[in-house]
């Protein structure tokens, strides 16, 4: 049983997104009102995740997410953002927290963002560290268009950035995440050529058409390149897809908060605040993410 652990100093909001988690039967609910409150429930809980609201009487949710980061750094927390804290918003994402749900979509992105974090931080929960002397790797990887690969392969690449020393377990997560926001535009976007406005607007449309261009060349037979290089100071990860890629200078900047409630930007927003460095080729069909060693990592 995965135990959630939701914040929110409006018992209505509680509510809302408590009726929102319900409705997946191997998540079991508990409630605090405020941030201390909640650090008092982690005390007497084993929590999995948290969810929580960024204005809060008593310990704020920019608070929380620094205090949750020092004392279980393997506890993602989720912030839930709305019109007028954007910038707050930002710094939670900057200062820890692993991902946030806009207020205004709640019921169609929040327990798809709770499962894709569960998802990234479950399967390293157990694992022991490799104690070693391994100064260097690379890895190369084609991947044909099969969500399922992906996983596995951020869960592959997260080992290999842990097992250099690269980062502790909090930014373990912040990888995967950042990772996996690349490698589902590089299969979506990139190979499969569909906008995320139909994901938004119509999810079962958008899921039919990703079954059927599958099937259909050029679709099916595109690839796509993964390549990891790892050093004692830095994580080097390069995606290529084979789609006709985009123009990179027409992206909005999705570090400015006026643009934090537009579901469209927000994986280069996590790819941008979870990477040292993010940078596009000339043609848009192939992203360099860098992660540089942090203090404290474990060589």
Request: hydrophobic letters at 40%; charged letters at 25%.
């Amino acid at each position: 049983m995965t135990t959630i652990l939701v914040v929110d100093d409006s018992a209505v909001d509680r509510r809302i997104v408590g009726g929102l988690l319900a409705k997946e039967t191997d998540w079991e609910v508990v409630y605090a009102v405020d941030g201390g409150d909640a650090l008092e429930k982690m005390d007497g809980t084993s929590v999995d995740l948290v969810v929580t609201d960024l204005i809060m009487p008593e310990m704020d949710g920019l608070e929380l997410v620094s205090e949750v980061k020092q004392r279980s750094p393997l506890v993602p927390v989720i912030i839930i953002t709305s019109k007028g804290n954007e910038e707050l918003a930002v710094k939670a994402l900057q200062t820890g927290a692993a991902s946030y749900a806009p207020k205004n979509t709640l019921a169609r992105s929040l327990v798809q963002t709770i499962q894709k974090i569960l998802s990234v931080a479950g399967q390293q929960r157990d694992e022991a560290r490799l104690i070693g002397c391994l100064t260097g790797s690379q890895y190369s990887f084609e991947l044909e268009n099969d969500s399922s690969l992906i996983p596995p392969l951020i869960s592959y690449l997260q080992e290999g950035a842990t097992r250099i020393g690269l980062c502790d377990e909090t930014e373990r997560i912040r990888v995967g995440v950042a990772l996996d926001e690349a490698l589902v535009n590089a299969l979506f976007h990139g190979n499969l050529e569909i906008s995320s406005d139909l994901r938004d607007s119509d999810f079962e449309a958008y899921c039919k058409l990703v079954n059927t261009r599958k099937h259909l060349t050029p679709y099916g037979q595109r690839r796509i390149h993964v390549e990891a290089t790892f050093t004692a100071e830095e994580g080097r990860f390069l995606i290529c897809d084979e789609g006709p890629g985009f123009d990179p200078t027409l992206l909005p900047d999705p570090t400015d908060p006026a643009n934090l409630e537009k579901l469209g930007g927000r994986g280069i927003l996590l790819m941008r605040t979870f990477m040292d460095d993010v940078t596009f080729n000339n043609s848009g069909n192939e992203v360099t993410l860098v992660k540089k060693r942090i203090n404290g990592a474990v060589t």
